[in-house]
C-alpha cells in the first residue's frame, strides 16, 4: 500500500515537471517568434499562456502580435473574452479600443475609450498603470484625459501634477504645459524653479511668453496672495525684456510683502547685466529713497552712478547729464576722500572729464596723482597705467604714452594686460603712420593666447599690408590713419568725414571695407542702428574678398537679436556665420546665440 502511494505521488510529480517544463518552452519559444518578427506563430503560443495564466503582463505582447500580423478578427474575439472573463479590469477595455483603432473602426473606440474614462477605478495606482497603457499606445490626450478625469473623480486638484507635466512637455503642448504649472503653483511654490527651467525649452515665440502673462494676470486676480504668481510673471517678462514692467512687479511686491530690498538689487543688477540702464537706474532710485538706514541705500547710490556711467558709453546721455553724472562721482571723492576705495570713483571721473567733458588736463592730473596712492593693487595700478597711457595719446605725447605702455608691458610679461599695453603700442605707431613698426608688432602679437587681441593684431597686420601697395594706398592709409586717432579722441563727426574724404582724393584707394566697418562702429557706439545695418550688409556681400564678412555678420546678427528684436533674421545671420565661416572666432559665440533663439535649454 505504501509503495502504491509513492509511486502516484511520484506520477504526479513528474506529470507537473512535464507540465511546468512545457510551459516554459512555450514562454521562450513565444519569445523567440516574437523577437524575430514571426508574429503568427508567436500569437499561438501566446494565446495559450494568456488564457492559462491569466497573467495581464503577458496580454500586452499578444495583442502586438496579434495586430502586427493583422489578425484583427481573432483579437477582437480574444479581447472580448477577456473582458467578460475580467470585467473589473481596464485593462482589456484599453486593447479592444486599440483593436477597433487598428481596424479602423474608430466610433466604436471612441465609445470603448469613453467608457474607460467614465468608469475609471479609485485607485491612484490603477489609474496611473491605465494612463501609462494609454500612453504605450501613443494615445497622449487620452492618457492626460484619464488624469484630469481622475482629479474630478478623487476630488482632488493636485495629484498627477508631475504625471501631466510629463505628458505636456513630451508633447509640447505649451499652452497646457503652463496651465498645469499655474495649477501646480497654487499649492506648491518650489515648482517655479522647475517652470522658469522648462517653459523656455518648449516656448518658441512671444505669443507662447503673451499667453502665459495672459494666464498669470486672470490667477493673480484670483489669488494675489500667490507670491509664486508675480515671481513667475516678472521672469515672464525678463525672458522677453520688458524690463520696465518686471520693474513695476518688483516694487508692488517689494511694498507688498514688505522687503529690505534685496530682491529688487538683485534685479537691479540684472537689469544692468542686460544693458537696460534706464530700468536699472529706476529701480536704484526707488532703492535709495528707501533711506540711509536701509542696507541697500549705499549700494543703490554707488550702483545708480554706475548704471549712469554705462549708460552714458552706449551713446545715452546728453551734455548735461554728463555734467550732473560728474558731479556724482566727484561727491564721492568729496566725502569720502581720494583713495584705494574711492579708486573707482576718480577713474570714471577721469574718464568722462577726458572723453566727454574735454577737460584732459583735469584728467591726466587724476590719474598721474591715483597713480601713487597707497594699497591699490597691481592689477588696478596696471590699468590706470593703460588708461594714462591713453590720456598721453589725447594730449599728444606719443613718447609719454608709449612709456606706460611698454612699463605695464614689462610688469604683466605673459598676461593679459601685458599683451594688451604691447597692442595699443602698436596701435598709436599706425596712429602716428609709423606702419612699418606697427605690423612688426602686431605679428608679433597675432600669436597671441589672448583670442580678442590676436584677432585685432591680425586685423590690424592685414589693414598694413594691405594697403602699402600703391602711393595711393599708403597716402589714403595715411588718412584713415588720421581718422582712427580722431574716433579715439572720441570725435566721431570729424573721424567720419576724414574716410569719407578718402574716396574722393583717392578713388582708387584699397580701403572700402575697412571704412565700411570703422564707420559701422562708430554709428553702433552711437546706437545709430539704422545707419549701421546697411554698411555690415554691404560687407556681407563682399564676402569673397573681404576681411571682414564674419565680423559684421555676428555683429549684424546681434543688432537684429539685442536691438531690433527680430529672432528669424539674427538665427539666420548666426547660422550663415557658422556654415560659411566655421574656422571664425565668432562660431562658438554664434552657436551659444543661435540655440539660445531656438530655444534649446540652456546649458548650466
Partial sequence: MMIKTILAILLCFTGSLSLFAQSNNDNEMAMLYYQNGDYQKASVLLEKIVFKTKNEAYSDLYFNALLKSKQYEVADKAVKKLIRQNPESSKYLTIQARVYKEKGELENAKKTFDQLLHSLPEDESKIRALANDLYQMAEYDLAADVF????????????????????????????????????????????????????????????????????????????????SYSKLLIWQFLQQKEYDMALRQLIAQDKRIKDDGTILFEHAQIFASNKAYDTAIKAYTYLALKGKENPYYLPSKLALIDASYQALLLGKNEQKDIIVLAGQYQEILDEYGKNAKTLFALRKWANLQAYYLKDLKKAEEALEEAIKFPGISSADLGEMKLELGDIYRLTQQPWEAILMYEQVAKEFENQNIGTEAKYRSARLSFEQGNFSYAKSQADVLKASTEQLIANDALNLSLLISDHLETKTDT??????????????????????AKVDSISLLY???????????????????????????????????????????????????????????????????????????????????????????RGDPMES
Fill in 148 to 227: 484630469l478625469q481622475a482629479r474630478k473623480n478623487l476630488k482632488n486638484n493636485q495629484i498627477f501634477t508631475f504625471e501631466l507635466l510629463s505628458i505636456y512637455r513630451f508633447k509640447k503642448d505649451k499652452n497646457k504645459l503652463g496651465e498645469e504649472y499655474l495649477n501646480a503653483l497654487s499649492t506648491m511654490p518650489q515648482m517655479l524653479q522647475q517652470a522658469e527651467t522648462v517653459l523656455p525649452s518648449v516656448f518658441e515665440t512671444n505669443a507662447d511668453y503673451l499667453t502665459l502673462q495672459n494666464s498669470l494676470f486672470k490667477r493673480i486676480q484670483k489669488d494675489p496672495q500667490n507670491e
Fill in 475 to 496: 597716402l589714403a592709409l595715411q588718412m584713415y590713419a588720421a581718422a582712427e586717432s580722431l574716433q579715439f579722441r572720441n570725435l566721431s563727426k570729424d573721424a567720419i
Fill in 507 to 597: 578713388p582708387k584707394n584699397s580701403l572700402t571695407d575697412d571704412i565700411l566697418m570703422f564707420k559701422s562702429n562708430i554709428y553702433i557706439k552711437n546706437r545709430d542702428f539704422a545707419l549701421a545695418v546697411p554698411l555690415l550688409k554691404e560687407l556681407i556681400g563682399h564676402q569673397q574678398k573681404g576681411n571682414w564678412a564674419d565680423e559684421a555678420l555676428f555683429i549684424l546678427a546681434g543688432i537684429y537679436e539685442d536691438q531690433l528684436n527680430d529672432a528669424e533674421q539674427a538665427k539666420a545671420l548666426y547660422q550663415k556665420l557658422i556654415a560659411d565661416f566655421p574656422g571664425s572666432m565668432f562660431v562658438t559665440e554664434a552657436r551659444k546665440h543661435f540655440r539660445k533663439l
